[in-house]
């Protein structure tokens, strides 16, 4: 990995995952029972349909999940490439 700065790593992560979050959420915005059936088949038959309400997709159901999301993956990111350096004997 060779990263001199992990924070770089865990940007990279939390920008891609903001966008795959973007994608799945314009999806479910247009088509929401498919975007059930994809969770569905996603998490290998789990009924995702019990948990759906009839509350229509707002743009703070969108807001949050995507910062919560980004800041667990620049978290995840950073201390992912710290490890890989630290274990590969690359030390700051």
């Not at 924070?7 to 059930?36: D, H, R, S």
């Not at 059936?37 to 743009?59: E, I, Q, R, S, Y």
Request: aromatic share 18%; net charge positive; glycine share 8%.
């Amino acid at each position: 990995m060779s990263n001199n700065q992990p924070w770089k790593t865990g940007l990279a992560l939390a920008l891609a995952i903001a966008v795959v979050y973007f994608v799945c959420a314009i999806l479910y915005g247009l088509w929401p029972e498919k975007g059930i059936d994809f969770l569905n088949a996603l998490f290998h038959g789990l009924d995702f349909h019990k948990l759906a309400t009839p509350v229509p997709f707002t743009f703070s159901m969108f807001l949050y999940p995507l910062l919560v999301l980004m800041v667990w993956g620049f978290l995840v990111g950073t201390i992912f490439a710290w490890l890989h350096d630290l274990l590969h004997g690359r030390r700051r």
